[in-house]
């Protein structure tokens, strides 16, 4: 083996660590805050808060031990933001957790999106609909156009930087789902209900795309806010700035990730640059989705039963919101680097196993 095929074993088998100790370090957190809620502070409050806030913190920055897009990318959202705010919730005594749950079981919900359910019968265990699979085959056949992507129009680059983006996600939470369930006979918590079908925003981002973070934002942010809006503005009109604030949070926390997995150093303190377009994003959809709210319920207020037909209304939603993210959203995580160090990472794992493949031959 070459000295540069050792050093990509080396690099990676560096990364495979301290993705070891990563998950590891959060097993043993939240495991912390669930003896502490267990045995010494039962009542959620700001003694309990007070008491755990030191393990919301380490699982918060955990992500930093971590630089590569496909292990940093996925453990940066899920432990950053999912289960920092599960833990949020927890020490106020909401949320999915509770100090009753068997250990295994508190881990297990705190470190993944899931729910608690007993194993469902064989026909419903996991399994990619046939849509997704679909297009992963269509997505293996475009692959190859990656090596001459200066000829392509940059609008059809990024559409397979969406696909791509979108298929990990589904594929990384199939695989947790079929363990999960394999192992604990829990049933993981779907993260989309193909989103490509949505007829509106609130179709979309309230019941389609990324689920779990919508059952975390919604008692941590949205509730609070419109029931502190319900005095000013009325039952009526005080959900928009609870929409307003949510894809606000939404926008800070995206910022968070977007950090992490651009670094270049483990468990550097890297100067922060805000992907502006990126917030401007979340604002635009966080508005277009109020002013949505706003027209139907005025049309309710009416009486008035109008409302698109089906089809136009899924062609408008898909298009808008495939637009705003070819024009916000995607620029954003193209200025990380996130698909050249992902491409990258892939093409030193294949020529990693070239390596292996070669010296085990002559062997």
Request: hydrophobic content about 50%; charged content about 15%.
């Amino acid at each position: 083996m070459t000295m540069e095929g050792w050093g990509k074993m080396m690099e990676l088998e560096g990364e495979m660590l301290n993705l070891i100790l990563v998950w590891t370090t959060a097993a043993a957190a939240v495991s912390y805050c669930h003896t502490v809620a267990k045995y010494f502070i039962p009542n959620g409050g700001s003694s309990r808060f007070a008491a755990i806030f030191p393990a919301i913190l380490i699982v918060l920055l955990l992500p930093l031990r971590l630089t590569s897009i496909h292990f940093g990318g996925p453990t940066s959202f899920i432990l950053s933001w999912l289960t920092t705010f599960k833990l949020l919730l927890f020490s106020f005594g909401k949320g999915p957790l509770h100090h009753h749950l068997p250990l295994r079981h508190f881990i297990t919900l705190s470190l993944l999106p899931i729910k608690l359910q007993k194993y469902p019968p064989q026909s419903q265990r996991p399994s990619l609909n046939p849509a997704l699979t679909t297009v992963i085959v269509v997505l293996a056949v475009l692959i190859p156009l990656y090596s001459n992507k200066q000829s392509l129009h940059p609008k059809f680059v990024r559409f397979l930087y969406s696909l791509h983006m979108y298929i990990g996600l589904e594929f990384i939470f199939f695989v947790f789902s079929f363990f999960t369930r394999s192992l604990l006979g829990l049933q993981l918590e779907p993260q989309f209900d193909q989103p490509y079908l949505s007829t509106s925003l609130q179709d979309f981002w309230g019941r389609r795309w990324n689920i779990m973070v919508n059952r975390v934002l919604h008692p941590t942010v949205y509730q609070p806010v419109v029931t502190a809006s319900t005095r000013l503005l009325g039952r009526t009109w005080a959900p928009l700035p609870g929409i307003l604030a949510t894809f606000a949070v939404s926008a800070a926390m995206h910022e968070l990730v977007f950090y992490y997995i651009k670094r270049e150093r483990r468990g550097a303190w890297e100067p922060w640059e805000p992907s502006w377009d990126a917030i401007c994003f979340f604002m635009l959809h966080g508005a277009s989705l109020a002013f949505e709210l706003a027209v139907k319920k005025m049309l309710r207020a009416r009486g008035s039963k109008w409302r698109l037909p089906g089809v136009v209304s899924w062609i408008l939603t898909v298009a808008f919101v495939y637009e705003t993210s070819l024009w916000l959203f995607f620029p954003a995580l193209e200025r990380c680097r996130v698909y050249e160090k992902a491409t990258g990472e892939l093409s030193a794992v294949m020529e990693l196993g070239k390596e292996v493949y070669g010296v085990l031959r002559f062997d």
